[in-house]
Nanobody
Framework: EVQLVESGGGLVQPGGSLRLSCAAS????????MSWVRQAPGKGLEWVSG????????NYIDSVKGRFTISRDNAKNTLYLQMNSLNPADTAVYYC?????????WGQGTQVTVSS
């Protein structure tokens, strides 16, 4: 059974940082691209970032370029999203997804709230 478990969300002040993690199990993690998407309150899903299976290729939505960094540790079956210079517009539930650019399985999400 494919499982994706996100962690690392929380409340942070504007300008702060958080690192999200996604622990994957039930599939061969190192052979899949992975993605992060988010859903802000009252809004639709927004793709944030993706990384290819080897970690060599990465992509980001324009609004997070230079602030967010996606990475992965295939030995630990874990996906990361380092988020710096956070602002209130980044407030959302962040989901880890299997696949990039296309994706299927989702995690349960982790809440990120940026507020003073």
């Amino acid at each position: 059974e494919v499982q994706l478990v996100e962690s690392g969300g929380g409340l942070v002040q504007p300008g702060g940082s958080l690192r999200l993690s996604c622990a994957a199990s039930g599939f061969s993690f190192s052979t899949y691209g992975m993605s992060w998407v988010r859903q802000a309150p009252g809004k639709g899903l927004e793709w944030v970032s993706g990384i290819y299976s080897t970690g060599a290729g990465k992509n980001y939505i324009d609004s997070v370029k230079g602030r967010f960094t996606i990475s992965r540790d295939n030995a630990k079956n874990t996906l990361y999203l380092q988020m710096n210079s956070l602002n209130p517009a980044d407030t959302a539930v962040y989901y880890c997804l299997r696949g990039f650019p296309n994706y299927d399985h989702w995690g349960q999400g982790t809440q990120v709230t940026v507020s003073s």
